[in-house]
Nanobody, 117 residues
Framework: QVRLVESGGGLVQPGGSLRLSCAAS????????MKWHRQVSGKERELVAA????????NYADSVNGRFTISRDSTKNTLYLQMNSLKPEDTAVYYCNADLRSGMNFWGKGTLVTVSS
């Protein structure tokens, strides 16, 4: 059974940093395109960052480019999102996603990030 479990969210001041983790079981994170999405209440879920299975090619939303870094650790089978220079508008629930390229996607249940002074 595939399971993705996010952690690392919390309250942080503007300009601060957090690292989110997505612990995977039932699939290997290096074999699939892995993504982080976020969703603010009342708004649509948006793609934040993605890392491909080939050559670790990464893509970022313009709003986070230069501040966030997506990566993965094969030994821990875990996906990460390093978030620096956080802004209040980064406040959202962040979701881990695995794209299997077959029309199947797996999602975690999310972790809340709140950026506020």
């Amino acid at each position: 059974q595939v399971r993705l479990v996010e952690s690392g969210g919390g309250l942080v001041q503007p300009g601060g940093s957090l690292r989110l983790s997505c612990a995977a079981s039932g699939l290997t994170v290096t074999k699939y395109t892995m993504k982080w999405h976020r969703q603010v209440s009342g708004k649509e879920r948006e793609l934040v960052a993605a890392i491909r299975s080939v050559n670790d090619i990464t893509n970022y939303a313009d709003s986070v480019n230069g501040r966030f870094t997506i990566s993965r650790d094969s030994t821990k089978n875990t996906l990460y999102l390093q978030m620096n220079s956080l802004k209040p508008e980064d406040t959202a629930v962040y979701y881990c996603n695995a794209d299997l390229r077959s029309g199947m996607n797996f999602w975690g249940k999310g972790t809340l990030v709140t950026v506020s002074s």
